[in-house]
Structure formats: structure tokens, C-alpha cells
């Protein structure tokens, strides 16, 4: 062994022992201090503050150093287990609460006071035997102090974001408010506080924004966030009274524009949507539904009136306006109904158009229908148009009526027609006679022409067989027939055979007579042939086979040979020729009703 050697084992043994000797030290230093942490954890112990000595005891049990009193030590923490328990869970509450408030993690907070509460239930229960140490022990962490710090750090933060929010106009994010709801309201000062800071902050954020929506002829968006805001405050069992009234005033103001700008569309639009509001937020009336009942209602009864007073396109105008309130679809169509019953040429053009029409007449509830239309145009077609039940129109017409005819009237036959078949009546200027006639049968395959001719007139008689009043039955213009001699007939019975009416022969009312019978038919009308002598206006005085007698009628009489139609009532004397030396001669007067 060199001398080197011996040297560095020498060394190395004395550096061995001089550790030996520290860590017999530090073992006896442990040693002592074990015991003496027992002595002082006993002291704190006696004294009854257990909080002390757990934390003794608990260094104490941690050394082990020395075993000294093992079973005392775990007898007393077994004992203030409770102590410990507390310390415990207090301090991983004031580790998370710290993390929570330095992560701005505002969800990681409230679970914290949540677990705070239900530790605090938990070990101030009747039944814990250490129950009065947990106030102490609380208080030693802060912890309750520090939630109210980091708790009015969040309020400045959430108040700040609502600032932000009206800024930028954003409605989508109101996480706001429910985090300000969710702060305990302790942190407040007491629930009346935190309802009352609340309230105030909410309704000046709520009504900015609803009426910044408002102002932007955002309606519809200021009504569905209004609602949302209503569902959303009373899920939370929070009063906010002022969105239903914000709203409310709101609504009231622009539906009023709508009534002095004379809007009714925009103002059912509107009120329509007032109305999905109120419904979804599951109240019933309103003041502002009051109002808008009794504008639709004035707006109805003024298109009432406006019907009544023929001024249709107006009323339709309003109802139409209107239907996006409420059903109007039947005032809608009773008012065109009505407007094509006061207007019937609306009819016939809504079946065609193109043709100008004159003569134009209608109704309404005939002929198996809602409404009809008669007329004619330029070129004589005769036209008839009716509104079925369903609301669909038919059109029909005739080019039988002769085109150079001038048409005084087209009408309806009203002793022709019946309740589902019209017949319309043309009444046109005649060259020989008072009036030219043609009457139309409407048909569902068309119409047929009944009849035509030229007479003074005519009548429908009971068996619908017609009297017609001197009509020209010459030259083959009546249908069916003529007199077979030819000229004028005074009366004519015309009888329907089939589809059309044809002459059936004279109808005479009178009794031929020669003027020297006429005294043996007083009262009676008849017929006779008679030689006017001397004439005038008014007056006459014919003679025959040396008989006089006096003609009187509104007729101007001139001299020469007449056929008399009349009526013999009366006689009178007069002188013939004026000569008044003579004997005046009775002579028999004739009413004249028409001459021949």
C-alpha cells in the first residue's frame, strides 16, 4: 500500500464518521422536536383549541424519527379527524377559487361556492361533533373574503360586456345577464340589492336595444327578442316588466304611423305580428290588442260604407289591405259581387274582353247564378253572361239580330224567362212600326232566338202565347206565318212550336159593322168604313147614305173614305153644314181608337 493510498481511506473513514455523527445529530434534532410537538400539540389539546393541535399532531404523526406515542397521536387525530376534513377541503377551495378568478373562468367560480356551500352544510351540521371549528377555520383561509373579491371582479367584467354588446348592437349574446343573475345575491349586499343594481342595469340595456331595433324597422326582431327576453327572465324567476312594456310602446307607435299614413296593409302586417307575440308569451289582450280590434274594426266598417256607396275598388282595396289580419276572402268577394251587380259590363268583360259593350244590365241571385249580365255591342251581337255559384263565369251570345237594326234596349223577358232559363228582349227602331222585337232563350248549349218582328207592340199572355199589336206580317218577317192576304193585322196570336214562336192567326177585338148599324151597338167596339166630309184636328164629321156621324179622337181627320175602329157611347144634335135656320139632326158620336 503506497502512501497515496493510505491517505485517501484514511480521508474517506473520516469524512464516513463526520456523516455519521451529522445524521446521529439530525436524528436526535427529529427526535426532540417529535417530542416536543407532542408536548405543545397536548398543551393546545388541553386548552381546547383542537384546531392548533391537529396541525401539531399532524407534524408529530409525520415524523418518524422517533416512535413516541404513537397510539396517543393517532387516538387524537382519529379524534379530530373532523379538523382535519375541514382544512382540507377548505384549502383545495381556496387553491380552485384562486385559479377560477386568475383563468377568468367564471363557471370554475361558481362551482366553487357551490362545493363552498355544501361543505359548510356539511360540517356545520347539528350532528358534527367539531361543528363550531368551521367558522374558524374559514376564516384562517380567507376564503369567503376572496370570493367576494373575485365575484365583484366578474360583476365589473359582465357589466363592461353588456356596455360592448349595446355598442356593437349584438342581440345573440346575452350570457351576460344570466352570469350577473347567477352571483349569490350576498355578494350584492342581499337579494333586494342584487334585484334592484339588476333591474336597473337590465331595463336600460333591454329598452336601448329593443328601441335601436325598432328605429332600424327591425319590428319583427324587436318582437321575437323581446319574447325570448320574457321566457328567458321568468325561467329565472326574475320580474322584468319593462320588456312587455317597452315592447308594448314600442308596437303602439309604429302601428300609429301605420293609421296616420293610411297603411292598412302595413298596419295588419304589424298587428299580425303584435298578435304571434302575445300568443307566444301566453297572455290573452293587451291595450295595444285593444287598439288594433278597433282599427281593423273602423277599417272594416269604413269598406263597408264605401260598398254601400257604390265605391267598390276602394273597399276591396281595404279589405285586401286587411287580409293579412284576418280572413276578409268573403267581403272580399261580396263586395266584387256587389260591384259587378252595380256594374254588370265587369262581367261580361271578365268573359271576353274585346267587345265594347252598350245596353249593359244585370243582377244578382237569378237564373242559377250569383249574377248576370246582359248587352249587346257594335254589330249587334247579343250577349248574356252569368257567375255561377262557384264563382265561374259563362258567356254567351247571338248574331242573329240583324246588324243594321238601331237597338233602343236589351232587356230581360221577365214573363218568358224562368228561374234557371232568361230570355232576353231586343228592342230595336222599326221603318214601319213602333219597334222592332227579338227575344233570345239562353240555353247551357247556347241561344236560341224565340222570335222576331216588327209590330206597335206585344204582350205575353197566360198560356205564354203572344199578342201582338198590329204587327207586319207581310213580306214573311214573321216567323211561322203571315196573314195570308197580306198588309197589317191589328192584333196577332203568336204560339211557341218548339224552339221558336210562329203566327197562329188574327186576334180581332171588334165587330165589322156597315155605319148605318151603328146606333144597334152601343157600347161596343167595332169596325166600319166611312166617308169623312169634313175634317180636323180632333174632330169629324163623316157621312154615309146620307146618316151622319161624328168622329172624336186624338187624330188628325182628313176628308175622305177611313176605316174606324171605335166605340159608339153617345149621340148629339148639331146642325149640318153650320146651318143653324134648319133643324138640327141627332147624330151618333164614335170614340175613334185607331183608324185603318
Not at 302601428?255 to 302586417?269: E, P, R
Not at 268573359?351 to 241571385?365: E, I, L, N, R, T
Request: charged share 25%; glycine share 8%; proline share 3%.
Amino acid at each position: 500500500m503506497t502512501m497515496k493510498n493510505a491517505l485517501t481511506l484514511r480521508n474517506l473513514y473520516i469524512l464516513l464518521c463526520a456523516a455519521a455523527l451529522v445524521l446521529i445529530g439530525v436524528k436526535g434534532y427529529d427526535m426532540n422536536r417529535k417530542i416536543d410537538w407532542v408536548a405543545t400539540a397536548g398543551q393546545y389539546y388541553d386548552r381546547k383549541d383542537l384546531i392548533n393541535a391537529e396541525e401539531w399532531y399532524q407534524k408529530a404523526a409525520a415524523n418518524r424519527s422517533i416512535r413516541y406515542k404513537e397510539d396517543l397521536i393517532a387516538s387524537r387525530l382519529k379524534e379530530l379527524e373532523p379538523i382535519t376534513s375541514m382544512r382540507q377541503s377548505l384549502s383545495r377551495l381556496d387553491r380552485r377559487a384562486e385559479t377560477a378568478a386568475r383563468n377568468r373562468d367564471f363557471d370554475g367560480l361558481m362551482n366553487v361556492y357551490a362545493d363552498l356551500i355544501a361543505a359548510k352544510k356539511k360540517y356545520m351540521a347539528a350532528i358534527q361533533p367539531l361543528a363550531a371549528y368551521y367558522p374558524k377555520i374559514s376564516a384562517m383561509y380567507g376564503i369567503s373574503d376572496d370570493l367576494t373579491k373575485d365575484f365583484k371582479q366578474f360583476q365589473s367584467l359582465f357589466y363592461q360586456q353588456a356596455k360592448d354588446q349595446l355598442a356593437q348592437g349584438d342581440v345573440n349574446d346575452n350570457a351576460f345577464k344570466w352570469n350577473l343573475l347567477a352571483i349569490p345575491a350576498e355578494f350584492y349586499g342581499g337579494a333586494e340589492a342584487k334585484s334592484k343594481q339588476l333591474s336597473g342595469k337590465f331595463q336600460s340595456y333591454d329598452e336601448a336595444l329593443t328601441a335601436r331595433m325598432a328605429g332600424a324597422g327591425q319590428y319583427q326582431n324587436m318582437l321575437d327578442w323581446s319574447l325570448s327576453m320574457m321566457t328567458e327572465y321568468k325561467s329565472r324567476s326574475f320580474k322584468a316588466n319593462w320588456v312587455k312594456e317597452k315592447a308594448d310602446s314600442l308596437a303602439r307607435t309604429l302601428l300609429t304611423k301605420d293609421v296616420q299614413g293610411d297603411q292598412a296593409a302595413n298596419f295588419a302586417a304589424h298587428a299580425k305580428m303584435y298578435n304571434a307575440y302575445m300568443a307566444g308569451a301566453g297572455m290573452k289582450q293587451s291595450a295595444v290588442q285593444d287598439y288594433i280590434t278597433r282599427q281593423i274594426g273602423t277599417w272594416l266598417k269604413s269598406a263597408d260604407r264605401k260598398v254601400k256607396n257604390h265605391k267598390y275598388e276602394e273597399a276591396i282595396a281595404i279589405y285586401q289591405a286587411l287580409s293579412g289580419y284576418e280572413d276578409t276572402e268573403d267581403k272580399i268577394k261580396a263586395a266584387q259581387l256587389a260591384w259587378t251587380v252595380h256594374d254588370p259590363v265587369r262581367l261580361l268583360q271578365s268573359a271576353d274582353p274585346s267587345p265594347s259593350y252598350d245596353f249593359v244590365s244585370g243582377g244578382a241571385d237569378r237564373f242559377g247564378g250569383k249574377a248576370y249580365a246582359i248587352g249587346a255591342d257594335g254589330s249587334n251581337t247579343v250577349y248574356f253572361t252569368r257567375m255561377n255559384s262557384d264563382e265561374t263565369v259563362q258567356g254567351y251570345s247571338s248574331h242573329d239580330f240583324p246588324q243594321g237594326a238601331a237597338i233602343r234596349k236589351v232587356s230581360i223577358e221577365p214573363s218568358l224567362s224562368t228561374g234557371s232559363t232568361p230570355v232576353i228582349l231586343v228592342e230595336a227602331d222599326s221603318t214601319t212600326r213602333k219597334a222592332l222585337y227579338a227575344a233570345y232563350e239562353v240555353r247551357e248549349n247556347g241561344m236560341v232566338q224565340l222570335f222576331q218582328f216588327s209590330a206597335d207592340g206585344y204582350s205575353v199572355q197566360s198560356d205564354k202565347s203572344l199578342l201582338v199589336t198590329n204587327p207586319e206580317i207581310g213580306g214573311g218577317s214573321v216567323t211561322g206565318g203571315m196573314d195570308a192576304a197580306g198588309g197589317t193585322a191589328s192584333e196577332a196570336i203568336y204560339e211557341r212550336r218548339g224552339d221558336a214562336y210562329e203566327f197562329a192567326g188574327i186576334q180581332q177585338d171588334f165587330t165589322d159593322i156597315v155605319a148605318t148599324d151603328l146606333p144597334s151597338h152601343p157600347g161596343e167596339k167595332v169596325r166600319f168604313t166611312i166617308y169623312i166630309v169634313q175634317g180636323g184636328q180632333g174632330e169629324a164629321l163623316a157621312e154615309m147614305e146620307g146618316s151622319y156621324i161624328k168622329l172624336r179622337g186624338n187624330f188628325q181627320f182628313t176628308e175622305g173614305s177611313v176605316t174606324v175602329i171605335g166605340t159608339y157611347n153617345e149621340s148629339e144634335e148639331m146642325y149640318p153644314d153650320g146651318d143653324q135656320t134648319v133643324e138640327p139632326v141627332n147624330v151618333p158620336v164614335v170614340d175613334v181608337e185607331r183608324l185603318e
